[in-house]
Nanobody, 127 residues
């Protein structure tokens, strides 16, 4: 059974940085893709960044140039480095994974593309 545990959230001032971590267990092969999503109160969950099993990445326009997704394939740990944070980045952040076939990286930004989800970690950015 795949399990995901996020950590690293917290409260920072605008312009600050945080690094989120997602530890994955039960991942039995190297075909899994992984993604970070966020959900603010009263809003839909949105894809922030994702990484394919081959290391290709895709970002939401709102975080491009500020956030970096990376993965430690040996230890099955997913990271999200968040720099120059803005108040609008405030949300619960979730990591997710699955291994369905796809042919377009945009697929990885859809929440419907993922079966396995973590419990989330809160990020709050104050102005």
């Amino acid at each position: 059974q795949v399990q995901l545990v996020e950590s690293g959230g917290g409260s920072v001032q605008a312009g600050g940085s945080l690094r989120l971590t997602c530890a994955a267990s039960g991942v039995t092969d190297n075909r899994y893709y992984m993604g970070w999503f966020r959900q603010a109160p009263g809003k839909e969950r949105e894809g922030v960044a994702a990484i394919s099993s081959s290391g290709a990445t895709i970002y939401a326009d709102s975080v491009k140039g500020r956030f970096t997704i990376s993965k430690d394939n040996i230890n099955n740990i997913l990271y999200l480095q968040m720099d120059r944070l803005k108040p609008e980045d405030t949300a619960m952040y979730y990591c997710a994974t699955d291994r369905r076939p796809f042919n377009n990286l945009l697929y990885l930004r859809l929440k419907s593309s993922y079966k396995y989800w973590g419990q989330g970690t809160q990020v709050t950015v104050s102005s």
